[in-house]
């Protein structure tokens, strides 16, 4: 299963490493992202089939990125097929953001339950980096009168390279620009504080940092960092009281550092609607959307346990009065040897409610559905659907008390769920498992399903339609 790092500065360098040839044109694919909102993000990252894995956490909730190539040999499909294992095997529900809009196919063809989704708001401003540097023709004649305007009115202002020797005269910009422009602007000085934390960063080999100076006074800051054949444009800022200012640095900043780079992404505009006229009036290439995946399982689409039937037994939801009963299922040692988990791993001493509310926490989850067996409305047994693999499989399992073994009762529960989770459910396939010494369960999967093989501990089963 996939081991994650949480980043800090002992493995920073892996993840810059990771992000330096990224193909994709989305400014969230760069280390500049997950250093600057780091405290949101909390972001984790590990290699698997030749990919760049990264994990956040917002709020609570787990969000992967798409698998970033990073070798020549690289496999997208199984390093996807990867995080929808650590999810299935942590019981977390499986979500990706950032996907590159030539991916979704990909998505779609590995995960038939993928629902495919973006926010305009959180798309980035792709762009020409010469067509930024020239800014020629009528499209840009109104940046070119601001630009010129601007260096009529202030002739001693430069553009220069910044590095760790500017660092208090860059915080004292960050300082002047929050308390004159900032004032009442919501959202704005917790992004602001995020940027000033990267300050340490100028002067690094890893990022690219500009600015106007006037009279040994910083008037603009930029923060750019290069992945793959673009510059993404983390931090610009100026000082808004000299007219013209923005477009000036813009194409001062391209022309110092953009030789060679195609292309320039200046990130979303976060629902402002002024950042999002001004994004718009550079005239972008193309607004580069990025979608969301929520990969769920089968059971989302059941809003509630079924009541079934065959010839002797009825299945339904477990009730409270089954509680004394199915703890006692539950906590058989000799009759549990050979069902695959040991409940002792996560509660050593379960109070009398544990069994009866996990069972029902993984079904609100959709994480398994577990059916109380009946025979003449007594309860005996269980059967469950668990272990979904987004991909229309899931595995079944089975156990009845002690004394309603032996007439027939498990094989004739198996049918009937096996066939409610083919045709109902709308799953491809349900599989199975024994221990190649469980003769008894041996001999019931047989009977009922098909064997697919075996390995040094199991042998393995499976049913479709």
């Known amino acids: 299963m996939l081991t994650f790092q949480a980043l800090c500065e002992e493995n920073s360098s892996e993840l810059r490493e990771g992000y330096r040839n990224s193909p994709y044109r989305i400014s969230d694919y760069s280390y500049g992202i997950k250093k600057m909102w780091s405290d949101l993000l909390h972001p984790e990252f590990t290699f698997d089939s030749g990919c760049l894995l990264v994990l956040c956490t917002l709020s609570g909730r787990p969000v992967f990125d798409y698998p970033l190539p990073v070798a020549e040999e690289y496999d997208l499909s199984s390093a996807l097929l990867h995080m929808a294992e650590y999810c299935r095997e942590n019981f977390l ?21 993928c629902e495919l989704s973006y926010r305009r708001i959180w798309s980035d401003y792709l762009y020409r980096t010469a067509d930024l540097a020239a800014m020629e023709g009528k499209a840009y004649a109104g940046q070119r009168n601001h630009i010129r305007k601007f260096q009529k009115s202030y002739p001693g202002a430069v553009f220069r390279r910044f590095d760790g020797e500017d660092e208090e005269k860059i915080r004292f910009f960050f300082r002047r620009f929050s308390s004159e422009f900032l004032k009442g602007v919501r959202g ?83 629902a402002d609607r002024g950042l999002r006229m001004s994004k718009l009036q550079y005239h972008p290439l193309s607004v580069v959307h990025k979608y969301t995946a929520h990969i769920r399982n089968e059971l989302w689409h059941i809003e509630r346990l079924p009541e079934l039937s065959s010839e002797r037994l009825t299945y339904d939801a477990l009730r409270p009065e089954d509680i004394p009963a199915y703890n006692r ?22 109070g009398e409610e544990y069994f009866y509310n996990d069972q029902r926490h993984d079904f609100s989850t959709r994480s398994s559905l577990t059916l109380a067996i009946r025979l003449e409305g007594v309860f005996i047994g269980e059967v469950l659907l668990y272990n ?19 007439f027939g009762y498990a094989r004739e529960a198996l049918r009937t769920v096996i066939s409610y989770g083919l045709y109902t459910v709308g799953l491809d396939e349900i599989r199975a498992k024994c221990y190649k010494e469980n003769t008894a369960s041996y001999n019931l999967l047989s009977a009922v399903m098909r064997r697919r093989g075996e390995d040094g501990d199991y042998e393995y089963f499976f049913s479709t339609f």
């Open 93 to 113: 529900p499986f979500q990706i953001d950032n996907i590159p809009e030539e991916e979704r196919g990909t998505l779609l063809s590995l995960f038939p339950s």
């Open 188 to 270: 704005a000085k917790s992004e602001l504080s995020r940027a000033e934390n990267m300050i340490s960063q100028v002067g690094s080999p890893n990022f690219f940092c500009g600015g106007y100076v006037l009279d040994g006074e910083i008037l603009s800051f930029c923060l750019s960092e290069r992945c793959g054949d673009m510059l993404i444009d983390h931090i610009e800022k100026a000082l808004p009281e000299f007219e013209g200012i923005y477009p000036a640095t813009v194409q001062a900043f391209l022309k110092e550092f953009g030789e060679g780079i195609p292309f320039f992404n200046r990130e979303d505009d976060s």
């Open 329 to 350: 299922l539950c906590l058989d040692d000799e009759r549990n040897r050979y069902w695959g988990y040991d409940y002792r791993i996560d509660c050593e001493n379960p």
């Open 388 to 406: 979904f693999d987004f991909r229309g499989g899931a595995e079944i399992g089975i156990r009845l008390l002690r004394e309603y073994g032996g």
